[in-house]
């Protein structure tokens, strides 16, 4: 079935070492609101490698989630986007609706948070499965079915043909998080952007959807999760990207970040697990239509410095590759 | 599909509504004052016998306790015996069949085209929302909701019927009827502007309640799930958006369907076309009470119908009630 | 923006008819009833919209119907909202069996045909404008708490009503001080389109002459005009006014309660993705 | 390519639910039609020449039939005489009739050689049924024979009326709204269950034969057999116009040829149409200020005489925009002729000061504000009750009292009642109120007994007892003679004029207005005051087209 997919980036005829999937540059998200313009992800540079396992992770409203929407060009009419997002040969935020529906679903997919919403009520889940095959002509209709049946049986469901024919209110949290995977995974598309997959499920069921993403997420397929279960992350993810007040603060290889964090924000947030002793961070992030002028995690910083109050930092590499906004690491 | 023990659960409800209505209908009509004796019969004289009022009475049963008048009217309506037109002496089922069969002339097209326009132009304006076409939509809809019915009827037949003489004035037939007995087209003729008219406002009813029902749609997390999957705007509004928004409208379109047997009465007034409003005005103003019980049995039967088919309608498209898991 | 300026356009109809209702004494000092001219004149200096049949000032009628037209509009309306809106916040609130009796209720008064009724009761009782903005108030109610009642569902289940009775507040207080600001807006927008509908009811039920008919207001204007020959003799100064009136009112508070009703319910909002 | 698919079949699908509908409608259509056309086989083809008369609503006609309603508008049923407008009989079913000096006994020669339409002649036995008919069955209409003891046929032609009292006015009775008509027996004998029953031949002798009953429309030929004058007419088509706009519209596009009961407004507009004429038919209607004379302050003779001053007849009258003035003790001049006692006429004239001054006399004073106090002490206000029939006419008189009382310092307020049970209990509470004749009334002395307290009805609606009066009304009934019927009336309105428990307001007449160009005539005859009344339309002829 990969071979007919001819890929419209043309992405298989590209050499596979480190090549760039997604290259995210200089993305501005900006939405009018009442109190003002509010910038929800603010110069946002990060590139996504092929076959790599990448985390964003971060609070809510943090603009995680609109970068996510921005990669699959499913953000509101009315949000200002600005920048850049390359795909293969084409940037994501320019393309025409064809061509960015022929990539949605079929080359980039989405496990959407929120599975008791995100799933059609009053359609079956064969049905709801199989769509992304029939629209993107991958097969025949009944050839979709089958193929719905065959991914759902992979995903665990013990009589897939009869889970096909039933309805979402039918299906428990858990179930239904895998009905998401399997409407992602069904056309194997090159990128899974996973939107906080795991949120609202109980621990048992959280261990199995994290493990079954694992199982499905291999080869030259690529993982973009969004989250801020860094449990979830560290279990998924090679390179973890933390997001702060819509900028990213840090960015590093999964377990260097979680061993060893660099920016104070992602310190704390370390700092607040459970496992850690449960240390909140003081304070609350800043409000999106009125950020400070100088660094955004100033007024919440247990090390701030003079500078940081009025001076914006600019995300540096370290010598050890790893990338970090702080003025500490200057 | 749908299971017996739901659709006997709706239909034993629905019996028991019917007969809750058919008692508070009788003891409301019974209870008010004044009656067909001294609205119609005293005013044909001021000396009226009183061995002929008594004799109405007996006739009628209206000598009798309340209780039996009103054991005996449930048999009877159980019976389907409507009872007698105090002013006219017919039986009161076959008046208002008579009558009613001419208001569906205009309320059975007008209603269908009705919900069909309104809903149509309903999803696309709700799919549109905040652009300048539903705007302006949303806006010309607006107007033509708020103008009072009847004062589009008499602007209607003041320009078509009596200026640009497009239309007749009004009544279900042209003369002709007499020597070729009715035409469909002649009486589609007389029937084409009540018709338009009633199209008009309820498809701006349905309208508005598409809209707003297709905006709540379009927020919901299952539309961003099919952008995901790359469907075009066109299949997500009809196979994804459409199917769910109409789940609401199914409650309410019944319900309006329901309400405009007696909201025509404008039109009928207006238009002169002598159907079930009017039936209604004639039998308020001689009082007559087996004929009015008559007819608030019927919107009360049809609206108990609505009920029931709205339900049934529901579960057969939204799974969720089908199964009864819904809350 | 063509939005604010058509709410704000609305407002200002709506502020103007008020006006002229409250200061009627004071515009036509006459009364609706004094005969001031011959039968149907036609507009003229003295006259600004002419004369009835009976040679009763026109504009007079105009500016004192106005008061019973939007009193009746207004307090049926109030009267629907308050209703609907205390006992569904009571059984949105209580639920239980409090709910069930009211919605099985509900459910069964629903299939009377309320306009039906409110004809009837009109006409048997003959009962002036404001017993039959009562009584419309009370029927019109029925369908309203079914909308309060989910409403304050949605709102009672969030935490902060949870928090509050938690902390040991009274009922009659989270019902009133944090169930009840919450679905204001709804009460708002309900407000202003009930009166709408209740209004235009109102001058229909005129018009079809089941209606108290010495009481001047725009419908019982309407109905004269109509009955006595108007349209058809194109008196358009005895019909028009009080038709323009009953419009411009209706399209005034149309327009409002839809601006309110897409202020405040965000789902009506564009939120288009 | 694909969004042209789609458009497509979204179009093909609203098309396929456009036929649909479209079907549905004609399935209706046809259920319609089979369900109300009639299955009457002599279905004839309308001449273009029949007279169109707008109704209110065919259906009354074809669920009423003359049993249970007597007295058919149109003419196919007919009484045994009619009453014109001059106040005089003309022979109908009876050629002539002779009453006892008693006013006892009746006796009426009916007309030779009649037959009913269907072919049967035509006898007194069918006189003598209808009485016992309608007795027997207790037919609400059969109150209009409630004086009638028996009825004797000595031969065919001749039925002798007994009464159990003496009634001079029996012809009125009989022969004036809604009267009696004559129903064939050979269709009656054999309906049990009258109340119920539906007729659907309408058998009658009158001019004009039942024809069909269409959708909106009701047919009726001329009987070409008819005894009297036939009619020139080809027929009468009724066609349904629920409401008086529409009434005049369609007069205008000459859909219907004639209009009743138009206003005068609606009269002065027509008047400068080219091809509509507008007639009237004089003081057919009449209004008052009545006084409840059991009530303060109109139980205070002084005050009602105050206040008959009071009445500003020439405004009223002007308002109402036809008809006159009226200054009578309630005899409608034009129709009542010389039974209209002289010496009472004028008595209620126009003068305010007259008004004021008799009011100080009685012992109403005004108070700094310009109220009137009664002998009370108290300001006297006066409530007005309305009913819902005549209602609009009524208000004129209210508008114009408001007026003129009101300079008196008297605020008058109204009270609605639509129910008329209501209105009646209303009219026994408030001083003053105001009363209309929409069908004639006041045209002989027989009229006036309802200001007298009869043994069948305890009281009247003035409250008004004079036991003079009452014992003329009652004298009234068995005298024969017009001369003494002319002097007891006389008397009666001198009281009236004395005690004034009403004071007559205005006449109104009926306005019609009719297309010339279709037929002439509608102004010939001295019809009563309907347009369907059969000595109007007897005499109608259809204008040449030339």
Same mark, same amino acid.
Not at chain 1, 154 to 183: K, N, V
Not at chain 3, 32 to 50: C, E, N, S, V
Not at chain 4, 160 to 189: A, C, M, N
Not at chain 4, 287 to 293: D, L, P, S
């Given at each position: 079935?990969?071979?007919?997919?001819?890929?419209?980036?043309?992405?298989?005829?590209?050499?596979?070492?480190?090549?760039?999937?997604?290259?995210?540059?200089?993305?501005?998200?900006?939405?009018?609101?009442?109190?003002?313009?509010?910038?929800?992800?603010?110069?946002?540079?990060?590139?996504?490698?092929?076959?790599?396992?990448?985390?964003?992770?971060?609070?809510?409203?943090?603009?995680?989630?609109?970068?996510?929407?921005?990669?699959?060009?499913?953000?509101?009419?009315?949000?200002?986007?600005?920048?850049?997002?390359?795909?293969?040969?084409?940037?994501?935020?320019?393309?025409?609706?064809?061509?960015?529906?022929?990539?949605?679903?079929?080359?980039?997919?989405?496990?959407?948070?929120?599975?008791?919403?995100?799933?059609?009520?009053?359609?079956?889940?064969?049905?709801?499965?199989?769509?992304?095959?029939?629209?993107?002509?991958?097969?025949?209709?009944?050839?979709?079915?089958?193929?719905?049946?065959?991914?759902?049986?992979?995903?665990?469901?013990?009589?897939?043909?009869?889970?096909?024919?039933?309805?979402?209110?039918?299906?428990?949290?858990?179930?239904?998080?895998?009905?998401?995977?399997?409407?992602?995974?069904?056309?194997?598309?090159?990128?899974?952007?996973?939107?906080?997959?795991?949120?609202?499920?109980?621990?048992?069921?959280?261990?199995?959807?994290?493990?079954?993403?694992?199982?499905?997420?291999?080869?030259?397929?690529?993982?973009?999760?969004?989250?801020?279960?860094?449990?979830?992350?560290?279990?998924?993810?090679?390179?973890?990207?933390?997001?702060?007040?819509?900028?990213?603060?840090?960015?590093?290889?999964?377990?260097?970040?979680?061993?060893?964090?660099?920016?104070?924000?992602?310190?704390?947030?370390?700092?607040?697990?459970?496992?850690?002793?449960?240390?909140?961070?003081?304070?609350?992030?800043?409000?999106?239509?009125?950020?400070?002028?100088?660094?955004?995690?100033?007024?919440?910083?247990?090390?701030?410095?003079?500078?940081?109050?009025?001076?914006?930092?600019?995300?540096?590499?370290?010598?050890?590759?790893?990338?970090?906004?702080?003025?500490?690491?200057? | 599909?749908?299971?017996?023990?739901?659709?006997?659960?709706?239909?034993?409800?629905?019996?028991?509504?019917?007969?809750?209505?058919?008692?508070?209908?009788?003891?409301?009509?019974?209870?008010?004052?004044?009656?067909?004796?001294?609205?119609?019969?005293?005013?044909?004289?001021?000396?009226?016998?009183?061995?002929?009022?008594?004799?109405?009475?007996?006739?009628?049963?209206?000598?009798?306790?309340?209780?039996?008048?009103?054991?005996?009217?449930?048999?009877?309506?159980?019976?389907?015996?409507?009872?007698?037109?105090?002013?006219?002496?017919?039986?009161?089922?076959?008046?208002?069949?008579?009558?009613?069969?001419?208001?569906?002339?205009?309320?059975?097209?007008?209603?269908?085209?009705?919900?069909?326009?309104?809903?149509?132009?309903?999803?696309?304006?709700?799919?549109?929302?905040?652009?300048?076409?539903?705007?302006?939509?949303?806006?010309?809809?607006?107007?033509?909701?708020?103008?009072?019915?009847?004062?589009?009827?008499?602007?209607?037949?003041?320009?078509?019927?009596?200026?640009?003489?497009?239309?007749?004035?009004?009544?279900? @037939?042209?003369?002709?009827?007499?020597?070729?007995?009715?035409?469909?087209?002649?009486?589609?003729?007389?029937?084409?502007?009540?018709?338009?008219?009633?199209?008009?406002?309820? @498809?701006?009813?349905?309208?508005?309640?598409?809209?707003?029902?297709?905006?709540?749609?379009?927020?919901?997390?299952?539309?961003?799930?099919?952008?995901?999957?790359?469907?075009?705007?066109?299949?997500?509004?009809?196979?994804?958006?459409?199917?769910?928004?109409?789940?609401?409208?199914?409650?309410?379109?019944?319900?309006?369907?329901?309400?405009?047997?007696?909201?025509?009465?404008?039109?009928?007034?207006?238009?002169?076309?002598?159907?079930?409003?009017?039936?209604?005005?004639?039998?308020?103003?001689?009082?007559?009470?087996?004929?009015?019980?008559?007819?608030?049995?019927?919107?009360?039967?049809?609206?108990?119908?609505?009920?029931?088919?709205?339900?049934?309608?529901?579960?057969?498209?939204?799974?969720?009630?089908?199964?009864?898991?819904?809350? | 923006?063509?939005?604010?300026?058509?709410?704000?356009?609305?407002?200002?109809?709506?502020?103007?008819?008020?006006?002229?209702?409250?200061?009627?004494?004071?515009?036509?000092?006459?009364?609706?009833?004094?005969?001031?001219?011959?039968?149907?004149?036609?507009?003229?200096?003295?006259?600004?919209?002419?004369?009835?049949?009976?040679?009763?000032?026109?504009?007079?009628?105009?500016?004192?119907?106005?008061?019973?037209?939007?009193?009746?509009?207004?307090?049926?309306?109030?009267?629907?909202?308050?209703?609907?809106?205390?006992?569904?916040?009571?059984?949105?609130?209580?639920?239980?069996?409090?709910?069930?009796?009211?919605?099985?209720?509900?459910?069964?008064?629903?299939?009377?045909?309320?306009?039906?009724?409110?004809?009837?009761?009109?006409?048997?009782?003959?009962?002036?404008?404001?017993?039959?903005?009562?009584?419309?108030?009370?029927?019109?109610?029925?369908?309203?708490?079914?909308?309060?009642?989910?409403?304050?569902?949605?709102?009672?289940?969030?935490?902060?009503?949870?928090?509050?009775?938690?902390?040991?507040?009274?009922?009659?207080?989270?019902?009133?001080?944090?169930?009840?600001?919450?679905?204001?807006?709804?009460?708002?927008?309900?407000?202003?389109?009930?009166?709408?509908?209740?209004?235009?009811?109102?001058?229909?039920?005129?018009?079809?002459?089941?209606?108290?008919?010495?009481?001047?207001?725009?419908?019982?204007?309407?109905?004269?005009?109509?009955?006595?020959?108007?349209?058809?003799?194109?008196?358009?100064?005895?019909?028009?006014?009080?038709?323009?009136?009953?419009?411009?009112?209706?399209?005034?508070?149309?327009?409002?309660?839809?601006?309110?009703?897409?202020?405040?319910?965000?789902?009506?909002?564009?939120?288009?993705? | 390519?694909?969004?042209?698919?789609?458009?497509?079949?979204?179009?093909?699908?609203?098309?396929?639910?456009?036929?649909?509908?479209?079907?549905?409608?004609?399935?209706?259509?046809?259920?319609?039609? $089979?369900?109300?056309?009639?299955?009457?086989?002599?279905?004839?083809?309308?001449?273009?020449?029949?007279? !169109?008369?707008?109704?209110?609503?065919?259906?009354? !006609?074809?669920?009423?039939?003359?049993?249970?309603?007597?007295?058919?508008?149109?003419?196919?049923?007919?009484?045994?005489?009619?009453?014109?407008?001059?106040?005089?009989?003309?022979?109908?079913?009876?050629?002539?009739?002779?009453?006892?000096?008693?006013?006892?006994?009746?006796?009426?020669?009916?007309?030779?050689? $009649?037959?009913?339409?269907?072919?049967?002649?035509?006898?007194?036995?069918?006189?003598?049924?209808?009485?016992?008919?309608?007795?027997?069955?207790?037919?609400?209409?059969?109150?209009?024979?409630?004086?009638?003891?028996?009825?004797?046929?000595?031969?065919?032609?001749?039925?002798?009326?007994?009464?159990?009292?003496?009634?001079?006015?029996?012809?009125?009775?009989?022969?004036?709204?809604?009267?009696?008509?004559?129903?064939?027996?050979?269709?009656?004998?054999?309906?049990?269950?009258?109340?119920?029953?539906?007729?659907?031949?309408?058998?009658?002798?009158?001019?004009?034969?039942?024809?069909?009953? #269409?959708?909106?429309?009701?047919?009726?030929?001329?009987?070409?057999?008819?005894?009297?004058?036939?009619?020139?007419?080809?027929?009468?088509?009724?066609?349904?116009?629920?409401?008086?706009?529409?009434?005049?519209?369609?007069?205008?596009?000459?859909?219907?040829?004639?209009?009743?009961?138009?206003?005068?407004?609606?009269?002065?507009?027509?008047?400068?149409?080219?091809?509509?004429?507008?007639?009237?038919?004089?003081?057919?209607?009449?209004?008052?200020?009545?006084?409840?004379? #059991?009530?303060?302050? #109109?139980?205070?003779?002084?005050?009602?005489?105050?206040?008959?001053?009071?009445?500003?007849?020439?405004?009223?009258?002007?308002?109402?925009?036809?008809?006159?003035?009226?200054?009578?003790?309630?005899? !409608?001049?034009?129709?009542?002729?010389?039974?209209?006692?002289?010496?009472?006429?004028?008595?209620?004239?126009?003068?305010?000061?007259?008004?004021?001054?008799?009011?100080?006399?009685?012992?109403?004073?005004?108070?700094?504000?310009?109220?009137?106090?009664?002998?009370?002490?108290?300001?006297?206000?006066?409530?007005?009750?309305?009913?819902?029939?005549?209602?609009?006419?009524?208000?004129?008189?209210?508008?114009?009292?408001?007026?003129?009382?009101?300079?008196?310092?008297?605020?008058?307020?109204?009270?609605?009642?639509?129910?008329?049970?209501?209105?009646?209990? #209303?009219?026994?509470?408030?001083?003053?109120?105001?009363?209309?004749?929409?069908?004639?009334?006041?045209?002989?002395?027989?009229?006036?007994?309802?200001?007298?307290?009869?043994?069948?009805?305890?009281?009247?609606?003035?409250?008004?007892?004079?036991?003079?009066?009452?014992?003329?009304?009652?004298?009234?009934?068995?005298?024969?003679?017009?001369?003494?019927?002319?002097?007891?009336?006389?008397?009666?309105?001198?009281?009236?004029?004395?005690?004034?428990?009403?004071?007559?307001?205005?006449?109104?007449?009926?306005?019609?207005?009719?297309?010339?160009?279709?037929?002439?005539?509608?102004?010939?005859?001295?019809?009563?005051?309907?347009?369907?009344?059969?000595?109007?339309?007897?005499?109608?002829?259809?204008?040449?087209?030339?």
């Amino acid at each position: 079935m990969s071979e007919t997919k001819g890929g419209v980036a043309g992405v298989q005829e590209q050499t596979r070492s480190v090549r760039e999937l997604i290259c995210i540059s200089g993305l501005k998200v900006i939405f009018s609101s009442r109190s003002g313009p509010v910038r929800a992800v603010d110069s946002v540079d990060l590139a996504i490698r092929e076959g790599e396992r990448i985390g964003l992770i971060g609070e809510s409203g943090s603009g995680k989630t609109v970068t996510g929407m921005a990669i699959l060009g499913l953000l509101p009419v009315n949000a200002v986007i600005i920048g850049k997002i390359r795909y293969g040969d084409y940037d994501l935020l320019t393309a025409p609706d064809r061509t960015l529906q022929q990539i949605r679903g079929n080359e980039i997919a989405m496990i959407s948070q929120n599975s008791g919403s995100s799933l059609n009520p009053v359609m079956k889940i064969g049905d709801q499965v199989a769509e992304p095959l029939v629209i993107h002509r991958i097969c025949s209709v009944p050839d979709a079915h089958r193929e719905a049946i065959r991914i759902l049986a992979e995903l665990g469901f013990d009589d897939p043909e009869q889970a096909a024919t039933r309805y979402p209110h039918e299906f428990s949290g858990g179930m239904r998080e895998r009905i998401l995977i399997a409407i992602a995974l069904v056309c194997r598309p090159h990128l899974i952007v996973a939107d906080e997959p795991t949120a609202g499920l109980d621990a048992q069921v959280r261990a199995r959807i994290l493990k079954l993403i694992t199982s499905q997420i291999s080869g030259n397929r690529t993982l973009f999760l969004i989250t801020h279960d860094l449990g979830a992350a560290s279990y998924l993810c090679d390179r973890i990207a933390v997001m702060y007040a819509g900028e990213i603060v840090e960015c590093g290889p999964a377990k260097d970040v979680l061993s060893l964090p660099l920016h104070p924000y992602t310190q704390g947030l370390i700092a607040s697990l459970p496992s850690a002793g449960l240390h909140p961070i003081p304070g609350m992030s800043p409000s999106p239509a009125s950020l400070p002028r100088g660094c955004r995690f100033c007024e919440r910083c247990p090390a701030v410095l003079d500078r940081c109050d009025c001076d914006h930092p600019e995300l540096v590499f370290t010598e050890s590759g790893r990338q970090v906004r702080c003025f500490h690491y200057d | 599909m749908i299971s017996g023990k739901y659709l006997l659960q709706r239909l034993c409800y629905s019996g028991a509504s019917f007969i809750v209505c058919l008692t508070i209908t009788f003891f409301l009509l019974h209870l008010m004052p004044g009656d067909y004796i001294s609205n119609y019969l005293l005013s044909l004289s001021n000396t009226l016998p009183k061995e002929i009022v008594d004799q109405f009475r007996e006739q009628f049963g209206l000598n009798l306790p309340l209780t039996q008048q009103y054991v005996l009217y449930l048999g009877n309506i159980l019976h389907g015996q409507w009872g007698y037109s105090y002013a006219y002496g017919q039986p009161v089922l076959s008046m208002i069949f008579g009558k009613l069969c001419w208001s569906l002339v205009l309320l059975v097209p007008a209603t269908i085209l009705g919900i069909l326009i309104g809903t149509v132009i309903g999803a696309w304006s709700g799919w549109k929302s905040g652009g300048k076409k539903d705007f302006a939509v949303f806006n010309v809809m607006i107007v033509i909701r708020a103008i009072p019915e009847f004062w589009w009827a008499i602007m209607a037949v003041m320009i078509f019927a009596f200026y640009l003489q497009w239309f007749p004035l009004g009544g279900y @037939a042209s003369i002709s009827v007499l020597s070729t007995g009715l035409d469909f087209f002649d009486v589609l003729h007389h029937a084409l502007l009540p018709i338009i008219l009633m199209t008009f406002f309820i @498809a701006t009813g349905n309208y508005y309640v598409m809209r707003n029902s297709m905006i709540a749609v379009i927020g919901e997390d299952y539309i961003t799930t099919a952008r995901a999957k790359g469907l075009d705007e066109r299949t997500i509004l009809w196979r994804h958006a459409l199917k769910n928004a109409l789940l609401p409208m199914v409650t309410i379109t019944t319900f309006q369907c329901a309400g405009i047997i007696m909201g025509n009465i404008f039109i009928e007034t207006v238009f002169s076309w002598p159907g079930i409003g009017y039936l209604t005005t004639q039998a308020l103003t001689n009082r007559d009470l087996p004929l009015l019980e008559g007819i608030f049995l019927l919107d009360s039967l049809i609206t108990i119908g609505a009920m029931l088919v709205a339900d049934i309608l529901s579960s057969a498209i939204d799974p969720r009630i089908r199964m009864g898991t819904d809350e | 923006m063509s939005r604010k300026i058509i709410l704000r356009v609305s407002i200002a109809i709506l502020g103007i008819f008020i006006a002229i209702a409250l200061a009627a004494p004071l515009l036509a000092p006459a009364g609706p009833y004094a005969i001031t001219g011959k039968p149907l004149q036609a507009p003229d200096a003295d006259h600004l919209f002419g004369t009835n049949e009976v040679g009763q000032d026109i504009f007079a009628q105009l500016v004192y119907g106005a008061r019973i037209t939007l009193l009746f509009g207004f307090c049926s309306a109030l009267l629907a909202v308050v209703i609907s809106t205390s006992v569904g916040i009571i059984i949105g609130y209580y639920g239980g069996i409090v709910d069930e009796i009211v919605c099985r209720a509900i459910d069964v008064v629903m299939p009377i045909p309320m306009f039906v009724l409110l004809i009837v009761l009109t006409t048997f009782f003959s009962p002036g404008v404001l017993q039959v903005s009562l009584l419309m108030g009370l029927l019109g109610s029925v369908h309203g708490i079914r909308i309060m009642r989910s409403q304050v569902l949605s709102v009672a289940r969030t935490s902060f009503v949870e928090g509050a009775k938690a902390i040991g507040a009274s009922d009659f207080h989270v019902m009133f001080r944090h169930i009840l600001p919450n679905v204001m807006p709804l009460v708002m927008v309900k407000f202003v389109t009930t009166s709408q509908h209740m209004l235009v009811m109102g001058v229909g039920l005129s018009f079809i002459g089941m209606w108290d008919t010495s009481t001047v207001d725009w419908g019982t204007m309407i109905q004269n005009a109509y009955s006595g020959g108007g349209v058809a003799l194109g008196l358009w100064w005895w019909i028009l006014p009080p038709g323009i009136a009953v419009v411009g009112i209706s399209l005034a508070l149309a327009l409002i309660g839809y601006s309110f009703e897409e202020k405040f319910n965000p789902r009506v909002g564009v939120n288009r993705i | 390519m694909k969004i042209t698919l789609h458009m497509r079949t979204h179009r093909t699908g609203l098309f396929c639910v456009l036929c649909v509908s479209f079907l549905l409608i004609s399935c209706f259509f046809s259920g319609c039609t $089979t369900s109300t056309a009639p299955k009457n086989a002599t279905m004839t083809r309308v001449s273009v020449s029949d007279v !169109i008369i707008p109704v209110e609503d065919t259906t009354s !006609i074809t669920y009423t039939s003359s049993m249970q309603k007597a007295g058919t508008p149109t003419g196919i049923m007919e009484g045994l005489v009619i009453k014109d407008r001059d106040g005089k009989f003309d022979p109908a079913l009876a050629e002539s009739w002779n009453v006892s000096d008693d006013a006892k006994t009746w006796t009426f020669h009916l007309a030779k050689n $009649t037959t009913w339409n269907d072919g049967i002649p035509f006898t007194c036995a069918d006189v003598k049924f209808t009485n016992d008919y309608m007795k027997k069955n207790n037919l609400t209409m059969g109150y209009v024979l409630k004086d009638v003891q028996s009825i004797d046929c000595p031969d065919d032609n001749t039925a002798v009326f007994h009464l159990k009292t003496s009634y001079s006015f029996f012809l009125d009775q009989i022969s004036r709204q809604p009267g009696l008509s004559i129903s064939p027996k050979h269709i009656w004998e054999n309906v049990t269950d009258p109340q119920h029953y539906q007729d659907t031949q309408f058998v009658g002798t009158g001019p004009f034969v039942y024809v069909q009953t #269409a959708p909106g429309y009701v047919q009726l030929k001329r009987n070409d057999n008819y005894y009297g004058k036939v009619p020139e007419v080809t027929g009468i088509v009724l066609k349904t116009i629920s409401n008086a706009d529409s009434q005049v519209l369609a007069l205008k596009n000459g859909e219907i040829d004639v209009v009743t009961d138009i206003t005068p407004t609606v009269a002065q507009s027509l008047a400068g149409e080219k091809k509509i004429s507008v007639y009237s038919i004089n003081d057919t209607g009449a209004y008052e200020v009545a006084f409840n004379t #059991a009530q303060y302050p #109109a139980n205070l003779s002084a005050f009602r005489h105050a206040m008959s001053h009071a009445v500003d007849r020439e405004t009223i009258s002007s308002i109402f925009g036809t008809g006159r003035p009226t200054n009578t003790t309630f005899l !409608i001049t034009g129709l009542a002729g010389n039974y209209v006692n002289p010496a009472d006429v004028g008595m209620y004239d126009y003068n305010l000061t007259k008004a004021q001054e008799m009011l100080a006399i009685a012992g109403f004073t005004r108070n700094s504000d310009g109220k009137l106090i009664g002998p009370d002490g108290k300001p006297v206000s006066i409530t007005i009750p309305l009913g819902s029939k005549g209602g609009s006419g009524n208000q004129k008189v209210i508008a114009v009292l408001k007026n003129d009382w009101g300079s008196l310092g008297i605020p008058i307020t109204t009270v609605s009642y639509d129910d008329q049970t209501q209105y009646r209990k #209303a009219v026994n509470q408030y001083p003053v109120f105001i009363d209309a004749f929409p069908v004639t009334l006041h045209d002989d002395p027989d009229a006036l007994g309802n200001f007298a307290v009869t043994p069948l009805q305890e009281t009247n609606y003035y409250n008004y007892n004079n036991n003079e009066y009452n014992a003329l009304v009652a004298q009234l009934r068995n005298t024969t003679d017009r001369a003494d019927l002319m002097k007891i009336g006389y008397r009666m309105q001198d009281i009236l004029a004395q005690d004034v428990p009403t004071v007559p307001a205005v006449t109104t007449d009926t306005l019609v207005a009719y297309r010339n160009d279709r037929f002439t005539g509608w102004d010939v005859g001295p019809g009563f005051h309907s347009i369907t009344d059969p000595r109007v339309l007897e005499n109608l002829t259809p204008v040449q087209a030339s």
